[in-house]
């Protein structure tokens, strides 16, 4: 397949991380097949979430297919760069056309991107998963591997102002070892707890190695709650996402 936006759209976000001056820590890079197709399971804290996990692959040679909402792919402007780039569409009334293409991506020996937890946490904790990645694991008979990013919260996320001039922002990314998945839906029913409890450890030990603190009491909300920060709770998280459900009327 043609290849000539992703390294563009690679090159202007290499620039602008630089020019942000973001501090990237990259770990278990080496978890990442050379070749191959692989579901990337990834948290969800920041709208950025993509971007910082494109540019982690980038050492092991691989470019990620994110699965995105379709809406991102009839903006005038993102549009065609999400296109030109291989991106999935999801319409979420009705999941089953991008959940082939995925498959068909993966056979292929693609890296599928996905976010179980289908919408930025506002807790900055995991929520509940959507059966999705592991389901198409199984599937496309690939791992998956679980993946954290971390910081991005700090720049641009769900409920709070853009902050793209605070320079010297640390990004942690961080792969964990690949997670067989057996085929059917019972070796999905087996995977989905180990890539939950692989998340979670793997969540718990980025946040405590994070290597910057809040500047200040009115700096914490980008913290979790169980770590003294001032974001909200999972419970008050999950009120403030059904709140937005009724908005949408209830997609």
Known sequence: ??????????????????????????EGAEHLPRRGGAVIASNHVSYLDFAFLGYAALPAGRKIRFM??????????????????????????????????????LRDGELVG????????????????KPGAVRMAAGAGVPIIPAIVWGGQRIFTKGRPKDFRGRG????????????????????????????????????????????????PQDRWWLPAALGGDAPTPEEAAALDAEDRVKRGGV
Request: net charge positive.
């Open 169 to 216: 922002k640390a990004i942690t990314v961080a792969f964990g070892e690949p997670i067989s998945v057996a085929p059917g839906g019972e070796g999905a029913a087996t995977a989905t707890p180990e890539l939950i409890a692989a998340m979670s450890a793997l969540l718990d030990r980025v946040q405590h190695s994070y290597p910057q603190a809040p500047s200040g």
């Open 68 to 105: 995105a909402k379709d809406a991102v792919f009839r903006n005038p402007i993102a549009g065609p760069l999400m296109r030109g780039m291989h991106h999935i569409p999801v319409d979420r009334t009705a999941g089953s056309a991008a959940f082939k293409q995925a498959l068909t991506a």
């Open 114 to 129: 996905v976010f179980p937890e289908a919408t930025i946490s506002r807790s900055f904790m995991l929520k509940d998963f």
């Open 1 to 26: 397949m043609s290849e000539l936006v992703y390294p563009a759209v690679i090159a202007v976000a290499r620039g602008l991380f630089a020019a942000m001056g973001l501090r990237f820590t990259i």
